[in-house]
């Protein structure tokens, strides 16, 4: 009798859903909810590639090859030793593979990927800038990346003959800044006192001149960036192979060889007990919000103020979507005009794209976390925020069903869906195999 009690009691635990299965026991086929979550999960279910009504030339080829150029060119920094390639790497899903980025110093932050970065409407881990041209620009006269200023890089589209022919078609005739007593050879409104005194002492006109050329060239950093799409994954596969019939939605993956069990029951916890779909929804795997998830800074670190801090910043920016650079209408800006603000942005930090994983180590705002094992162990744990509020909950979850996770985690990733001439430097054919992505074992090609 107590026996019986006891089945009783365990199948009606499993049945609410608050005692996992044992794991010799045959998963459950997917439900009706699950199915539609994993569909939207699906990269069939992204939308076209959004328009950037504040960027004229966004879906310009030409200014494609230009920001191709500009994208891997060295001279785009103060001692030519410095590109976006140089942290933004196609071979790692354009990150690079360290805690925080090193260009001319070391960033603050760590890299994000640009793969499939046209989709979000905000950009850096703070959101500190609101189009993917705005993004563009910072790195080029913060002294930790490329330390350069956007004086000398209107002195290199004028005078490189395939930058200004290039940039002539798209935007035309560069301003004449020849002229050395109104247009200093370096200056820029940055921290540096010489540039920023050079900057000051040039009539308003010029200034405004010389920004424009600098806008122009994120606009067309932008336009090639746009190029950089994720790939279809096994994940993709997987769902595919899913019917609307129940018999057709059997979760074991051993009869199409797709995903591993591991992997599939993973699935199931991703969308389910492990909660990651209520912030890596979408088929981007992201909600492109801002979250406080109480992670640590790194030792010696203070705590980062996250989304709070640069809400300010992001309003008053001379190239965000409103500003005069800016090709957009101010109707067509409701995303800066409506930003969300509250203490619950403090230390709160962009969702990022989980598609692409694999290779892209260490992870988080600061690299904290050294591989996926350590992000996952300190979502199961979720401990008190040092500022702010963490929005996470400890999930209590097995190292087996952690396991499953990081399975399933690895299965986002694949070959980008993007013409190979895209991902290698236009402008040094013989060192293309340090550029060129590498190969990924076990992922299909792209499917389209």
Not at 30 to 35: A, P
Not at 87 to 104: E, I, N, S, V
Not at 164 to 193: C, M, Q, T
Request: with cysteine; net charge negative; hydrophobic share 40%.
């Amino acid at each position: 009798m107590r026996g019986a009690l006891v089945s009783f009691v365990v199948v009606a635990a499993v049945a609410a859903g608050s005692l996992a299965l044992p794991w010799f026991a045959a998963p459950a086929p997917w439900s009706d909810v699950e199915l539609a979550l994993l569909r939207s999960l699906q990269l069939d279910a992204l939308p076209p590639l959004p328009a950037d009504p504040s960027n004229a030339v966004a879906d310009s080829d030409v200014a494609a090859r230009l920001g191709h150029r500009l994208f891997f060119d060295t001279r785009l920094s103060a001692d030519g030793s410095v590109s976006c390639a140089t942290c933004h790497r196609p071979d790692r899903r354009f990150t690079d593979g360290l805690p925080t980025a090193q260009g001319l110093g070391r960033s603050a932050r760590n890299t994000m990927s640009l793969v499939g970065a046209a989709w979000s409407p905000w950009y850096y881990w703070d959101g500190r800038k609101d189009s993917q041209w705005s993004q563009a620009l910072a790195p080029l006269e913060d002294p930790a990346e490329h330390g350069t200023s956007r004086m000398r890089l209107a002195r290199l589209v004028t005078q490189d003959s395939t930058y200004r022919k290039l940039y002539e078609d798209l935007f035309g005739a560069p301003p004449d800044i020849a002229d050395l007593a109104r247009f200093p050879s370096d200056a820029a409104p940055v921290a540096d006192p010489a540039l920023h005194d050079a900057w000051q002492h040039m009539h308003p006109d010029d200034r405004k001149a010389v920004d424009r050329v600098f806008a122009n060239l994120g606009k067309a950093l932008a336009a090639y960036q746009r190029k950089l799409l994720p790939g279809r994954t096994r994940f993709d596969d997987y769902v595919d192979e899913l019917g609307d019939a129940p018999g057709d939605r059997d979760m074991d993956a051993a009869r199409s060889g797709i995903l591993t069990q591991d992997e599939a029951a993973g699935l199931r916890l991703f969308i389910g007990e492990a909660r990651c779909i209520e912030c890596h929804n979408g088929p981007l795997f992201t909600n492109n919000e801002f979250h406080n998830t109480g992670l640590l800074p790194p030792r010696g670190s203070v705590p980062d103020q996250g989304r709070a801090r640069v809400l300010a910043a992001v309003r008053s920016d001379a190239f965000n979507c409103l500003g005069i650079f800016s090709d957009a209408d101010a109707s067509q800006c409701g995303e800066l005009r409506f930003m969300r603000s509250g203490p619950e942005l403090i230390g709160a930090m962009r969702t990022p794209s989980l598609r692409n994983l694999g290779g892209t180590a260490p992870y988080m705002h600061k690299g904290q976390m050294p591989d996926l094992a350590a992000v996952l162990a300190h979502y199961n744990a979720a401990p008190q925020a040092m500022v702010g509020h963490n929005e996470a909950e400890p999930l209590g979850l097995g190292r087996r069903e952690l396991r499953q996770l990081e399975a399933f985690l690895l299965t986002l990733d694949a070959p980008l869906a993007t013409d190979p001439q895209w991902l290698v430097s236009p402008l040094n054919p013989a060192a293309r195999s340090n550029t060129a992505p590498a190969p990924h074992r076990g992922v299909p090609a792209p499917r389209r």
